[in-house]
């Protein structure tokens, strides 16, 4: 196992304990398909504050949760963070199995982070807005990643 690379100052995350969870069972069974990826969420999963889902903030970033963007290059981006089967790129259903989707949980409104893309280039964004998370997001939890994980 690599270390995920580690940037100066992350800002502090915080995930429910129903999400920290369910991810740190996908990292682990995705390990072999995406290691780079799931060591970073696994990594993310350990840093994170993990509080009761009641006390999540509606500002932070969750599974299922819409989030409006900054990208480093000044355009502004409208992403839904799904798990692996319901991502669809052109519906902006983005995995939490990539990047973006890593970096993007558990961060809240005015954050800004850095991530490695899978072309080894250093990317930031800052999250501008949260629309929280629907009730129905757990039933959308399946703990096999399938081949759109890769």
């Not at 999540?56 to 839904?80: H, I, K, L, Q, W």
């Not at 809240?108 to 997001?137: F, H, K, L, N, Y």
């Amino acid at each position: 196992m690599t270390e995920p690379i580690q940037f100066p100052n992350k800002p502090g995350i915080i995930v429910s304990d129903a999400d920290q969870r369910r991810l740190t069972v996908l990292a682990t069974s995705a390990l072999d398909r995406v290691p780079e990826i799931a060591e970073e969420l696994l990594s993310e999963m350990e840093r994170a504050e993990v509080v009761p889902a009641a006390s999540v903030p509606p500002t932070t970033v969750r599974m299922d949760s819409t989030v409006v963007y900054r990208a480093d290059d000044g355009r502004e981006r409208r992403v839904t963070l799904v798990f692996p089967g319901q991502a669809d790129i052109a519906q902006g259903k983005i995995s939490i199995l990539t990047p973006i989707g890593t970096a993007l949980i558990g961060l809240s409104e005015g954050q800004s982070i850095s991530w490695m893309t899978r072309d080894g280039q250093r990317r930031s964004m800052t999250v501008i807005r949260v629309e929280p998370a629907t009730e129905e997001a757990d039933a959308g939890f399946d703990d096999d990643p399938g081949p759109s994980a890769a």
